[in-house]
């Protein structure tokens, strides 16, 4: 029996896998301590929890457990690392080039950094949405310091080049931060073949706890350095200070657990889904995929409907399903998606178009009946769209004089 | 964000969804939003040439639920009333049936915006005065 609504919106947060769940029980009310305290077998109980965890979560990525700095997520990760870089080497330069389409956590985190005094160049994404690696070349200068680029998009899925870019930061002196929270736990992130020295990611979008997560910084060939942004006591070798969320670290590293063990059966069953369900809309007249779908997430599938709108279509049917949209008519801008206008799609199919994030628990049930619910409701709503009508009668939409308000 | 039931209703069961005739004298067409904003409204009224009666009126639009409901709303508020009537038809008077929050109350100003672009189309053709009507910010 099927059991409505379905949540297909992994991308902004995952469900706690049960087994997380139950690593970390004990450690709220019985084994409570606080794994700085030194002295007794409370904090002792708890620091061996968080060492064991900072091996399963170092080994999911394949660094070393020293090089694995705990934080409250992804975002706190990004102002670290870009902001702890700009800091730490302030005198070697202040150049960071990232790109357009990052996470407002890396983007505001780079604007605030311009009004200290930090360079910043946006590369433009190329309209499947990856990099164009000989603009990467092109920027670098010797005051470079930063490469921020992300490792797969949380809009569309798709994973840029890492290695080629790393190679390209390393090769002029430059260390490559790279916020990894779509791809950590989903695909094989290996920091060393891939030529990391700093990553942020989080437990959350891997069937982890919300509130904690994980900043990867090098220690050997460079060994790199940050800033600590949160003065107090030291802890995280001097990075990050704060109490240790023992719960949420012994979750994130159960999750990081699973996710290495069950990544190749889970994409391998996942990516199936993803693509019937893009195939069969992709069946929809004027459906278009959205970013390069040979590099790309096993689970995302970002589609635009054109001649109808985002939000208007997710009403059709979000009571059952619960997924996001590229359009934002509820914000005061009326602003759509950037990552999709940085594609270089208009404003139109920017508006038009819906995220399915697939994850660990969906079923063939579940993209079955959400198939036949998006056709319906894109059917439906074309009907009683003026666009589509003038497109059926031929009218260049483009050429009439819209007043934009 | 949650709708009303209105909206909801009118989303789901949409009144007067169609096209009328542009080319008829007797046909008034308001097209207006734009497709870049997320929403574009097209709302038509059939005008009685004697009385100056609305007998008809249909619409399509591009948009969000809230934008789909106020023009279905005002399609039904439009039939029936006269053209100089139909005239004073108020956006809050949408938001307040609909119960629209404050975000979604462009729609409702989108609608207003149809009925009396409708309007003033109607009236050209059938050599009316155009109507002019304070630009307003939204």
Redesign the interface.
């Known amino acids: 029996m099927l059991k409505l609504p379905i949540y297909l919106d992994h991308n902004a947060t995952t469900p706690m896998d049960p087994r997380v769940l139950e690593a970390m029980l004990p450690y709220f009310v019985e084994n409570f301590g606080n794994a700085a305290s030194r002295n007794h077998s409370f904090g002792w109980q708890a620091e061996e929890a968080v060492d064991y965890a900072r091996e399963q979560i170092a080994q999911l990525i394949g660094a070393d457990p020293k090089e694995i700095i705990i934080t409250s997520g992804a975002t706190e990760g990004d102002n670290l690392g870009i902001k702890g870089v700009f800091e730490m080497y302030a005198t070697k330069g202040n150049h960071i080039i990232t790109c357009t389409t990052e996470h407002k956590a890396v983007l505001d985190t780079c604007k605030h950094l311009e009004k200290l005094g930090a360079e910043v160049t946006y590369l433009e994404v190329q309209p499947d949405g990856l990099i164009d690696l000989k603009q990467l070349e092109a920027a670098m200068k010797p005051t470079t310091i930063l490469v921020a680029i992300m490792y797969a998009n949380n809009e569309i899925g798709v994973i840029q080049p890492v290695k080629e870019i790393s190679a390209i930061a390393k090769k002029h002196g430059a260390l490559f931060f790279t916020d990894a929270v779509q791809a950590v736990g989903k695909i094989p992130v290996d920091v060393n073949a891939d030529g990391i020295d700093i990553m942020a990611f989080t437990a959350h979008k891997m069937y982890g706890p919300k509130g904690v997560g994980a900043l990867y910084v090098r220690r050997k060939n460079p060994r790199v350095k940050v800033t600590a942004q949160i003065d107090g006591g030291g802890h995280e070798r001097g990075m990050r200070s704060g109490t240790l969320n023992v719960p949420g670290i012994v979750g994130f590293g159960k999750a990081a657990e699973v996710a290495r063990l069950d990544m190749a059966a889970d994409t391998e069953r996942i990516s199936k889904l993803r693509d019937k369900l893009e195939n069969a809309l992709k069946q929809i007249d004027e459906s278009y995929v959205n970013g390069n779908p040979a590099h790309r997430l096993p689970h995302v599938s970002n589609i635009s409907f054109k001649?109808?709108?985002?939000?208007?279509l997710m009403?059709?049917f979000n009571k059952d399903i619960a997924l996001s949209s590229g359009?934002?008519?509820?914000?005061?801008s009326?602003e759509?998606s950037y990552v999709l206008k940085a594609l270089g799609l208009?404003?139109?199919l920017a508006?038009s178009s819906l995220r399915f994030g697939l994850g660990r628990h969906t079923t063939e049930e579940q993209i079955d009946f959400t198939i036949k619910a998006v056709t319906d409701t894109v059917l439906k709503l074309r009907?009683?769209?003026?666009?589509?009508?003038m497109f059926k009668e031929g009218v260049d939409?483009d050429a009439i004089q819209?007043?934009?308000? | 964000?949650a709708?009303s039931d209105k909206v909801?209703d009118h989303?789901s069961n949409?009144k007067n969804?169609g096209?009328l005739d542009k080319a008829s004298k007797s046909v008034g067409t308001g097209?207006?939003?734009?497709?870049?904003?997320?929403?574009?409204?097209?709302l038509q009224i059939q005008v009685d040439e004697v009385t100056g009666i609305i007998t008809d009126a249909k619409?399509?639009?591009?948009?969000?639920?809230?934008?789909?409901a106020s023009s279905s709303l005002a399609t039904e508020w439009l039939k029936g009333k006269s053209i100089d009537e139909a005239v004073t038809i108020d956006n809050m008077d949408l938001v307040e049936e609909l119960n629209l929050p404050p975000?979604?109350i462009?729609c409702s100003?989108?609608a207003e915006d149809a009925i009396k672009s409708a309007i003033n189309d109607y009236r050209v053709k059938n050599g009316l005065e155009e109507l002019v009507f304070e630009e307003r910010i939204?």
């Open positions: 001649y109808v709108e985002g939000e208007g009403m059709g359009s934002a008519c509820t914000s005061a009326l759509p208009g404003d139109d508006h009907e009683m769209s003026p666009l589509w009508e939409i819209w007043a934009h308000h | 964000m709708y909801i989303y949409p969804v096209t097209l207006v939003g734009a497709p870049e904003c997320g929403d574009v409204m097209r619409f399509k639009t591009f948009g969000c639920g809230s934008a789909i975000v979604k462009h100003v989108l939204h």
